[in-house]
């Protein structure tokens, strides 16, 4: 008797949420629509059972057994005598759902619910889970097992969809099935893989277990997958001026990628795309193919061949793969700099005129990264190629601060006019504190309307780490985002007045035991710099345009002029340095003049265009921008003999070809360089445009050929890669 009468207890708490946790909390993505209070289904000694109201396919029957463990871990032995009760899960077609579901519900959902989508409906005696498909009911049982937890299965009726179908989350590396798995837990729909070495490295029978993971996942439905190839990509940059590219012209290169793109495709890649983003060279200003062959084939026109080679693709892959989306991410891939680029025009003209229409292309936004798309931006750039699919690459976590969460906003019918696609640019897998973001991204994608970030951190921190963990984390962040604004904004007292309370929250979640190694670069530099306080410089806006060939009085007048200083802050006599500079049109102009005894007694090395030599040349300048801070940085350099280096970062040189100009003047005594940068090439590292209340970081350094090293902002013998360390530029508008 006693043992009913426990029954009939805990049947009473099926309650509602406001007597209780907010259930919604759990969850990630936010559910569209909750209809109803939550119940609350006790959970004992396996008093359910889940049964498979239709053909039991594969991907169900993974979604049942994760479901199951999920139950099991939850479950509480002190709980006896819990009333039973069965889950049953299926499609909206199986005759067993339609039995389960009123007429009211089958009327509604069965033809309305978008793909993916599902519905949670409360029975009694039990829950009826109705996927619109098999992938959606599969995410129907994720929901059950993220509510699943200390003793219960809260659950309410809802009805829930993605807004975004196709929601490719990226890494530059395969995973695992586990892995793949693990992001369809949490309804990550999309996997992409960036090959970001030498194309002819993307070897399917070396890359077996890569291709047997993604087939299986296919094949269950568990998750779509895009391959990304950058085609003419360098995984040592030393050897630009000498390296073989791909050649479109070549028959045995361009059989080879195919077959590459066929083994792809075979394993179940449903999207490639070929990207020429970073490495298409420039020649005056001009984007042409790398290799003599396809300019001559190609009249010079690097969009012809582009088209070439996209057409050939299509014509080999798609009458055997129909379904395979192709598509190409061009030189030019966001609207301001297609608007800032003299060559567009050209370019789109010759790529959209010789592309075969169902040639999908790829653009990053209004910017290269940036927190918004407008209706005006899409449109604007869609002009160039008018009536062909056009979706977003996007870069927002690209230069984020510490633990971001996703805080872009689109247009309302954005995912409609990118196909209900988006690829993601990220370290999905291989970062540990990218994952909370990635289901935040998710998130936002899945219901924008009902997008809340610190609901969502909370929720993705809570799958990721625990319910224990998830004030801690949030705590955590907290901290940290007033640490990025004191760095931002060179404030070393504020950075010393912040930086324990981030530390003790740091070794809290150690001792919790939550990995924070990947924060040990960050404080490191953020201790060093809350040691000191850069240097500042304010630099003018004026309207002027320059011609660096012949810089007026007037122009070097309006500049602000300030000196080097010795890089190790000794009194050791230093060659003077000279450094003027503003921002004139659209271009950021330094003028060096230095003092150099002698001149003519320093040797010319030998001409080599490798970055990597340039360092080792005498008379040298080198030059460090970072236009937004936290974030990527630039770094160009040049010598008494106008050699030139550039990369972006230490290590990450991604063969950046800028079109900057430099020109060198020498004296018997001096020599003087001009450097003029359109602010255009910054895009990719995102600058935020000049103005009197921005801050951009930067750091000038000369090595003379016998004398110490000069810097803008000394390092004191820490890595000249140090952003932490960087000086900082101000601006005031002139016009």
């Not at 396996?46 to 871990?73: D, F, S």
């Not at 991410?329 to 060559?343: G, M, R």
């Not at 007048?557 to 000794?570: D, G, I, P, Q």
């Not at 005894?597 to 040298?620: F, K, S, T, W």
Request: aromatic share 12%; charged share 25%; hydrophobic share 40%.
């Amino acid at each position: 008797m006693l043992h009913k009468l426990l029954a009939i207890l805990l049947l009473f708490l099926l309650v509602p949420a406001s007597f209780g946790e907010n259930y919604e909390n759990r969850l990630t993505p936010r559910p569209q629509r909750l209809e109803g209070a939550w119940r609350c289904f006790p959970l004992g000694d396996a008093n359910w059972q889940i049964v498979l109201a239709g053909p039991e396919h594969e991907l169900l029957k993974l979604g049942k057994e994760t479901l199951q463990n999920a139950l099991i871990a939850a479950a509480n032995p002190a709980v006896k005598d819990a009333a039973r009760f069965t889950i049953r899960c299926g499609v909206l077609d199986d005759a067993g759902i339609e039995a389960e579901l009123t007429g009211e519900d089958l009327v509604a959902w069965k033809f309305r619910l978008p793909p993916q989508g599902y519905l949670i409906r409360v029975k009694d005696g039990g829950i009826v889970v109705a996927g619109r498909d098999r992938r959606g009911a599969y995410y129907g049982l994720m929901s059950l097992a993220q509510l699943a937890e200390a003793g219960e299965l809260p659950v309410a009726n809802l009805v829930d969809y993605p807004v975004w179908q196709r929601r490719y989350a990226g890494d530059y590396r395969f995973g695992s099935f586990e892995e793949y798995r693990r992001l369809s837990e949490d309804k990550i729909g999309g996997f992409a893989i960036q090959w970001r070495v030498e194309w002819y490295k993307l070897e399917p029978e070396r890359l077996q277990a890569e291709f047997a993971a993604i087939r299986r996942a296919g094949e269950l439905e568990m998750m779509d997958f895009m391959l990304l190839i950058h085609l003419y990509a360098l995984s040592d940059f030393s050897r630009r001026a000498t390296a073989e590219y791909f050649n479109c012209t070549d028959p045995v290169q361009m059989d080879r990628l195919i077959s590459q793109i066929h083994a792809a495709a075979a394993s179940g890649v449903k999207h490639v795309m070929i990207l020429f983003d970073d490495w298409t060279p420039l020649v005056d200003g001009r984007y042409v193919s790398p290799n003599p062959e396809e300019r001559a084939y190609f009249d010079n026109s690097v969009g012809k061949a582009h088209a070439y080679l996209m057409n050939r693709l299509a014509e080999a892959l798609l009458p055997e793969f129909p379904e395979l989306e192709l598509s190409l991410c061009p030189p030019i891939y966001s609207l301001a700099y297609a608007e800032s680029f003299s060559h567009t025009e050209e370019y789109f003209r010759d790529f959209h005129t010789s592309a075969r229409p169902e040639i999908g292309m790829v653009w990053t936004g209004p910017e290269c990264i940036g927190p918004r798309v407008d209706k005006e931006s899409y449109d604007r750039f869609s002009r160039y190629v008018p009536g062909r699919s056009l979706f977003q690459w996007n870069n927002s976590d690209c230069l984020m601060p510490q633990l971001p969460v996703w805080q872009d906003q689109f247009y309302p019918g954005f995912h409609h006019d990118s196909g209900g696609r988006i690829f993601l640019n990220i370290h999905t897998l291989s970062w540990l504190w990218n994952q909370p973001y990635v289901r935040t991204a998710n998130d936002y994608l899945w219901n924008p309307a009902g997008y809340d970030a610190d609901r969502s951190f909370d929720a993705a921190n809570r799958r990721l780490f625990g319910a224990q963990n998830v004030t801690a984390i949030r705590r955590f962040r907290q901290l940290l985002i007033p640490l990025d604004a004191a760095n931002a904004a060179n404030d070393g007292s504020r950075l010393q007045a912040l930086l324990p309370a981030a530390l003790k929250q740091r070794e809290l979640l150690e001792r919790q035991g939550v990995d924070t190694s990947e924060f040990n670069g960050y404080f490191r530099t953020l201790e060093l710099f809350a040691a000191r306080r850069n240097p500042e410089v304010t630099l003018p806006i004026c309207a002027d345009q320059i011609d660096i060939a012949a810089l007026t009085p007037e122009i070097l007048n309006r500049c602000t002029a300030f000196e080097l200083v010795n890089n190790m802050a000794s009194e050791t006599e230093l060659l003077k340095t000279e450094v003027r500079g503003g921002i004139f049109g659209n271009r950021l102009l330094l003028v060096f003049d230095m003092e150099r005894p002698a001149l003519d007694q320093v040797a010319m090395p030998p001409e080599d265009e490798r970055d990597g030599e340039i360092y080792h040349n005498p008379e040298l300048v080198e030059i460090f921008l970072q236009p937004r801070s936290p974030g990527s940085y630039v770094h160009f350099s040049f010598d008494v003999f106008g050699h030139r280096g550039i990369e972006i970062n230490r290590g990450d040189n991604r063969d950046w070809q800028p079109d900057f100009q430099i020109r060198i003047e020498r004296q018997a005594d001096s020599w003087r360089g001009i450097v003029a940068m359109p602010l255009a090439e910054l895009e990719m590292v995102n600058p935020i445009t000049p103005a009197e209340n921005i801050n951009w970081r930067f750091n000038l350094l000369r090595t003379p050929a016998q004398s110490p090293v000069a810097a803008f902002s000394p390092l004191n013998g820490f890595s000249a890669h140090t952003p932490q360390l960087f000086g900082v530029m101000k601006f005031k508008d002139c016009r």
